[in-house]
C-alpha cells in the first residue's frame, strides 16, 4: 500500500506501546493531541509527599487509609508512595496505613496489578497492609440514607483516624470529572448505593461530560460526602502517555473543583475542520476492558456542535488485554444491563470497532449488532475506502479519546 502513518498510544497498564495504524497516501489525516505540557518532576511530587507528612504529623493518627483509583484510571502512584512510605517510616509513632483501592464494582486487582498501581514498596513494610475493596464483605454503616438505602463504607477506609483521596481527575461522562468525591462513593460503597448513582444517569439526572459546577449527580453526592470526613485530598492529571502532568492537594472539596478547571484546559483540543469524513476515536488509556472503552465517546459527548456530517464514519480501536472486563452493575449479567442498542446521538452512522483481540459474541455482549467489529486494520481501513468513496478522506484521530474534550469553539 502506498501509505503514510500515524500513531495510537496503545495497551495501558500492559505493555504501553505504540500502533502504527498505516492508510492511504490520499487521506488528510489530522491528529488531535493534547496541549503540550511537561511532565510533573519528581521534586514536585516529593514536595507533596512532605505536605501531606506534615499533615499526618500534626494529627498524630494511629491508623491512616489512602483510597486510590484502580487501573481504569490512568496515574500510577508508585513514586509517590515510595517517598511516603520513606518519610512515614520515621514518624515515632509510625503509623499503621492501609491503601484500599477503590473499585466500585470492577474487578479486584492481582499482585502484579497493584505493584502497577501503587509499587513494590507498600509490600514490603510490615506497618503497611493493601486491600482491593470488596463491596460484599468490607463495608460498614455510615448512619446515612439516600431514600431509604442506607449508605455503607467500605471499613478500612471509615476506621482509620486520617483518611486520604488518591485520585486522577480525567473526563468522566456523567459525573463531569471522574475522582474527588466520587472515590468514595461509588468508589468505596455498598453495590446499592453504586446502583442508585449509575440509575440517576439511566433516568437523566446528571450533567455534561467535563460540568462539575451544575451537575445534579455531584451535588447529592456532595452532599452525602460532606457528612463522610476526608482529610486530604491529593489529585493529578494524566498525560497522553499516562504521565502525571499536573498535581494539587488540599482539602477535598476546594482541591478538587480547582483541579477540575485546570483539567478541562487541559484535557481539551481545538479542530481544524469543521466536519470529517472519518473520526477516529481510540480509546487510550481506558482500552483494557471491553465494558471500559464507550468513554472513547468523550470527544463526541463533549462537542458544542457536530464535527461530523451525515456521512461521517466512526471508528473506535482499543486493546482490551483484558477481554470484555468487569462492571457488576452495567456488565452482562448486571444488575443496570441493557440489551446493546444504537447511540442516540451517532443515529443511522455506522461505527466500526478495531478491537484486535476481541472476538464477535463478546462484543455483541457490548455494543449494538449493527455496529462493526474488525480485527485486522488493513481490512477496516479497505472497509472505510469502500464505503466513502472520495478521492480523499479527511480524518481526524483522537490518540486518547477517552480524556479529551472538544474546545467550544470546535
Same mark, same amino acid.
Given at each position: 500500500?502506498?501509505? *503514510?502513518?500515524?500513531?495510537?498510544?496503545?495497551?495501558?497498564?500492559?505493555?504501553?506501546?505504540?500502533?502504527?495504524?498505516?492508510?492511504?497516501?490520499?487521506?488528510?489525516?489530522?491528529?488531535?493531541?493534547? #496541549?503540550?505540557?511537561?511532565? !510533573?518532576? $519528581? +521534586?514536585?511530587?516529593?514536595?507533596?509527599?512532605?505536605?501531606?507528612?506534615?499533615?499526618?504529623?500534626?494529627?498524630?493518627?494511629?491508623?491512616?487509609?489512602?483510597?486510590?483509583?484502580? @487501573?481504569?484510571? =490512568?496515574?500510577?502512584?508508585?513514586?509517590?508512595?515510595?517517598?511516603?512510605?520513606?518519610? @512515614?517510616?520515621? *514518624?515515632?509513632?509510625?503509623?499503621?496505613?492501609?491503601?484500599?483501592?477503590?473499585?466500585? $464494582?470492577?474487578?479486584?486487582?492481582?499482585?502484579?496489578?497493584?505493584?502497577?498501581?501503587?509499587?513494590?514498596?507498600?509490600?514490603?513494610?510490615?506497618? !503497611?497492609?493493601?486491600?482491593?475493596?470488596?463491596?460484599?464483605?468490607?463495608?460498614?454503616? !455510615? +448512619?446515612?440514607?439516600?431514600?431509604?438505602?442506607?449508605?455503607?463504607?467500605?471499613?478500612?477506609?471509615?476506621?482509620?483516624?486520617?483518611?486520604?483521596?488518591?485520585?486522577?481527575?480525567?473526563?468522566?461522562?456523567?459525573?463531569?470529572?471522574?475522582?474527588? =468525591?466520587?472515590?468514595? @462513593?461509588?468508589?468505596?460503597?455498598?453495590?446499592?448505593?453504586?446502583?442508585?448513582?449509575?440509575?440517576?444517569?439511566?433516568?437523566?439526572?446528571?450533567?455534561?461530560?467535563?460540568?462539575?459546577?451544575?451537575?445534579?449527580?455531584?451535588?447529592?453526592?456532595?452532599?452525602?460526602?460532606?457528612?463522610? #470526613?476526608? +482529610?486530604?485530598?491529593?489529585?493529578?492529571?494524566?498525560?497522553?502517555?499516562?504521565?502525571?502532568?499536573?498535581?494539587?492537594?488540599?482539602?477535598?472539596?476546594?482541591?478538587?473543583?480547582?483541579?477540575?478547571?485546570?483539567?478541562?484546559?487541559?484535557? $481539551?483540543?481545538? *479542530?481544524?475542520?469543521?466536519?470529517?469524513?472519518?473520526?477516529?476515536?481510540?480509546?487510550?488509556?481506558?482500552? $483494557?476492558?471491553?465494558?471500559?472503552?464507550?468513554?472513547?465517546?468523550?470527544?463526541?459527548?463533549?462537542?458544542?456542535?457536530?464535527?461530523?456530517?451525515?456521512?461521517?464514519?466512526?471508528?473506535?480501536?482499543?486493546?482490551?488485554?483484558?477481554?470484555?472486563? !468487569?462492571?457488576?452493575?452495567?456488565?452482562?449479567?448486571?444488575?443496570?444491563?441493557?440489551? #446493546?442498542?444504537?447511540?442516540?446521538?451517532?443515529?443511522?452512522?455506522?461505527?466500526?470497532?478495531?478491537?484486535?483481540?476481541?472476538?464477535? +459474541?463478546?462484543?455483541?455482549?457490548?455494543?449494538?449488532?449493527?455496529?462493526?467489529?474488525?480485527?485486522?486494520?488493513?481490512?477496516?481501513?479497505?472497509?472505510?475506502?469502500?464505503?466513502?468513496?472520495?478521492?480523499?478522506?479527511?480524518?481526524?484521530?483522537?490518540?486518547?479519546?477517552?480524556?479529551?474534550?472538544?474546545?467550544?469553539?470546535?
Amino acid at each position: 500500500m502506498n501509505s *503514510l502513518s500515524f500513531r495510537l498510544p496503545w495497551n495501558a497498564w500492559y505493555g504501553d506501546e505504540h500502533k502504527e495504524i498505516h492508510h492511504p497516501r490520499n487521506w488528510q489525516i489530522e491528529v488531535a493531541h493534547l #496541549p503540550e505540557i511537561k511532565p !510533573v518532576q $519528581t +521534586d514536585a511530587i516529593a514536595r507533596e509527599v512532605g505536605r501531606l507528612i506534615a499533615q499526618v504529623a500534626n494529627r498524630n493518627p494511629g491508623e491512616i487509609a489512602i483510597a486510590v483509583d484502580d @487501573l481504569t484510571r =490512568p496515574i500510577s502512584y508508585a513514586f509517590f508512595f515510595e517517598q511516603f512510605l520513606k518519610e @512515614l517510616r520515621l *514518624l515515632d509513632p509510625v503509623p499503621k496505613l492501609k491503601i484500599v483501592v477503590g473499585l466500585g $464494582t470492577h474487578r479486584p486487582l492481582n499482585r502484579p496489578e497493584l505493584e502497577e498501581k501503587i509499587g513494590t514498596a507498600p509490600f514490603q513494610h510490615a506497618f !503497611v497492609s493493601v486491600h482491593n475493596h470488596d463491596y460484599h464483605h468490607d463495608v460498614i454503616p !455510615v +448512619d446515612i440514607e439516600w431514600g431509604k438505602i442506607p449508605i455503607k463504607i467500605n471499613r478500612h477506609f471509615m476506621e482509620a483516624d486520617f483518611r486520604v483521596i488518591m485520585s486522577a481527575v480525567v473526563p468522566h461522562p456523567f459525573a463531569g470529572f471522574s475522582g474527588g =468525591p466520587k472515590m468514595v @462513593l461509588p468508589g468505596l460503597s455498598n453495590i446499592e448505593v453504586t446502583r442508585r448513582t449509575h440509575q440517576m444517569a439511566l433516568m437523566g439526572f446528571v450533567g455534561k461530560i467535563g460540568n462539575v459546577r451544575e451537575n445534579k449527580f455531584r451535588k447529592i453526592l456532595d452532599e452525602f460526602m460532606q457528612k463522610i #470526613p476526608v +482529610d486530604y485530598f491529593v489529585g493529578f492529571l494524566s498525560g497522553e502517555g499516562r504521565e502525571c502532568i499536573h498535581i494539587q492537594a488540599g482539602e477535598l472539596f476546594s482541591t478538587y473543583y480547582a483541579l477540575t478547571d485546570v483539567a478541562r484546559k487541559q484535557y $481539551t483540543v481545538s *479542530l481544524n475542520r469543521e466536519t470529517y469524513d472519518v473520526v477516529w476515536l481510540n480509546a487510550y488509556p481506558k482500552d $483494557t476492558e471491553l465494558l471500559q472503552i464507550d468513554t472513547a465517546f468523550n470527544p463526541v459527548l463533549s462537542a458544542q456542535k457536530p464535527f461530523w456530517n451525515e456521512e461521517t464514519i466512526f471508528v473506535v480501536s482499543a486493546a482490551c488485554t483484558k477481554g470484555l472486563g !468487569v462492571h457488576d452493575l452495567f456488565g452482562p449479567g448486571g444488575k443496570l444491563y441493557r440489551p #446493546p442498542r444504537e447511540k442516540r446521538l451517532l443515529k443511522n452512522h455506522l461505527i466500526l470497532f478495531f478491537l484486535p483481540g476481541i472476538q464477535p +459474541d463478546t462484543f455483541q455482549q457490548v455494543f449494538w449488532s449493527g455496529y462493526e467489529l474488525h480485527n485486522n486494520v488493513e481490512a477496516l481501513l479497505n472497509r472505510i475506502s469502500t464505503l466513502l468513496q472520495k478521492p480523499g478522506l479527511d480524518v481526524v484521530v483522537f490518540p486518547v479519546a477517552s480524556i479529551q474534550l472538544i474546545s467550544e469553539d470546535g
